[in-house]
């Protein structure tokens, strides 16, 4: 009895891990559908969109003249951007950073409501949006290429839709770690986001992530969780809005560079995705707004764990099934498990394949054990802590020397 049991158990637990290579196998016999191109995008409108850029930095004195000077030097006319920097409860020298780099600021004073999203929301209400198609929220410890607004510019029109730029590492070949999530943001700006796209579905939205002005004069901002990004995917994805990667814009932004330093990130997504999860779940299976397969595609991107927890989950699935359960079902269950990987698989070896230093950054998966360990701890102490929703910033490191490779680049 407990072999059967266990087996039901293992079963289960397979159906999951295999749930994100089905959504991947959906998109690739789903991919002929095409999503508006660049010659219906400014030529229609008559010009090229005007972009609000928003960057909202709480004590970012580090890191906001990079930020800002990266933005300032975007090859885009100056009378069709504006940039503007949200110095929220600082106590350093933000705001007169921003400013000395050529960007506007707002200064934002309520250490009763702090936060990303409060920030946002506030200073939304200072502007007539208006005078711009679309909003672009910049993380104040990223830098953005040259092209990043032509980028951008052509998935124009661009006022009712939200869209997302690629997300590459600043610092992506400073440590194993970094070269780590180097790795992992090209395998999904390179591989997975294009594949959604051919198939016509909705984009994840992260850190760079626009917003068409109709959409904000209509609803405001509508996000004041710790992890605002990941519940505005939800939010417009539910109500059928599309979302768009902007393949031809790149922005950079600083890995953790210790795995000290990233705790603090990591927990509050997984927390984050937790309540979201919950909450729009439901909601996204009852929406008779999105299709089937746009709603089994945004439970699995709310539900997706990391490639490496899926790994964890894997190895201890075949362990049990192979000393456990044991016999031929024990096999077929361990055969299963493992090809659930396969989508992973295929994804990694493209993005190296495609790396500007692929053997270097192959040789970082020998870290990969202790790497999933730390994972697993950061796991259990957010479950521990789940309710646990208050805002804490990542900490940062000063700026070294880039090593970022734009994703666009004729290199990758």
Known sequence: ??????????????????????????????????????????????????????????????????????????????????????????????????????????????????????????????????????CVIVDADSTVAPTFASGLAKLAPLNDIVFQPNNGVLNEFENWLTRLGGLLGRCRFQVTYPLKQSAGLNCPISNGMGFGTNLLLRDGWRSFSITEDTELYAVYTEAGVTIRHASDADLFSQESRSLREGATQRRRWIAGRFQILREWGPRLVRSPRIGWRQKLDALVELALPAPVLHLVATVTVVALALFGVRGELGVWIAYLAIASLSGLVFNTLTAIWRHPEPWRTASSFLMLPIYAVWRLVVILGTVMTVKDTAWRRTSRSAPGVSGAVPMTDSRV
């Open 1 to 134: 009895m407990f072999h059967l049991i266990l087996a039901v158990a293992l079963a289960a637990v397979v159906v999951a891990i295999w749930l994100p290579l089905i959504s991947e196998l959906l998109c690739l016999f789903n991919g002929t559908r095409r999503v508006a191109t660049a010659a219906s995008s400014s030529e229609a409108v008559g010009e090229i969109p005007r972009l609000l850029f928003l960057v909202p930095a709480h004590d970012e004195e580090l890191l906001i003249s990079g930020c800002v000077r990266s933005l300032m030097a975007m090859t885009y006319p100056s009378t069709h951007r504006r940039v503007l920097v949200v110095a929220d409860n600082c106590s350093d020298a933000t705001a007169r950073l921003a400013r000395e780099q050529g960007a506007e600021s707002l200064e934002r004073n309520d250490p009763a409501q702090p936060g990303k999203p409060r920030a946002i929301a506030w200073a939304l209400n200072q502007i007539d949006l208006r005078n711009w198609d679309a």
